[in-house]
């Protein structure tokens, strides 16, 4: 089973919709995770840090269900600018030399269209 | 957060010869990290560059092929050696976020250096 998993999408919703995404991990001990925005052509940006049982910024919340092992990513209200790949990004499982470590879901594609 | 500037940018290289990228960050950073993110693919891990030893590689990938230097702690290079069309992916150099711990402040990531193999 691979460390993070998500849906690959892709999304496609219209302005103004609530979309959200949901990515699962494998090691229960994980307590940190990440969503990152990745544009075209781009390199990944951090959108969200999650280490508790959630976190909200503006439109997005993201939120960690420890007992289920999964993360989710909601955005509300979504915008043309919204569409973009997210990516989930847990710890590596490996140990102690996996310190610093991160491993990153496959990445799910949003396209908001008007 | 760390500012990363990356370069080069872009490159198509012909198959056999290596290129070396090289990552250059505004601040001191104890870890490094390379990654290749292949057409339509995530990020994999290559490497952790830490200053003053040897890198640690992921599995699959190997020194030979991709040599890491790190000569102090705000600048790194990688080296695509002996380049074949598979190696055309982009890579990306990162360091942890402000405060050194991952677990609460995520990653910063270099440009990328988009390479084509031909």
């Known amino acids: 089973r691979k460390e993070v998993e998500q849906d690959p999408g892709p999304f496609n919703v219209p302005e103004g919709a609530t979309v959200a995404f949901n990515c699962t991990y494998s090691n229960s001990a994980s307590q940190s995770f990440f969503w990152y925005r990745q544009d075209c052509r781009k390199e990944p940006k951090l959108l969200m840090s999650v280490y508790s049982s959630g976190n909200e910024d503006g439109r997005f919340t993201a939120q960690l269900n420890r007992a289920s092992q999964y993360i989710s990513l909601l955005i509300r209200d979504s915008k043309l600018s919204d569409s973009a790949t997210y990516l989930c990004?847990?710890?590596?499982?490996?140990?102690?030399?996996?310190?610093?470590?991160?491993?990153f879901g496959q990445g799910t594609i949003l396209t908001v269209h008007p | 957060s760390a500012v990363i500037s990356q370069k080069p940018s872009r490159d198509i290289c012909q198959r056999g010869t290596s290129l070396t990228i090289q990552c250059q960050v505004d601040?001191?950073?104890?870890?490094m990290f390379w990654y290749r993110q292949q057409p339509g693919q995530s990020l994999t891990l290559i490497a952790t560059a830490n200053q003053g030893s040897e890198a640690t590689y992921e599995s699959g990938f190997v020194i030979d092929k991709f040599p890491i230097s790190r000569p102090n702690l705000t600048f790194s290079t990688l080296t695509v050696s002996n380049m074949s069309p598979e190696d055309s992916s982009i890579y990306l150099c990162?360091?942890?976020?402000?405060?050194?711990?991952?677990?609460?402040?995520?990653?910063?990531f270099g440009s990328g250096t988009r390479l084509t193999v031909v």
């Open positions: 990162s360091v942890m976020g402000t405060g050194g711990v991952a677990s609460n402040y995520g990653y910063t």
């Open positions: 601040s001191q950073v104890t870890m």
């Open positions: 990004v847990g710890p590596a499982n490996a140990g102690g030399t996996s310190y610093g470590k991160l491993t």
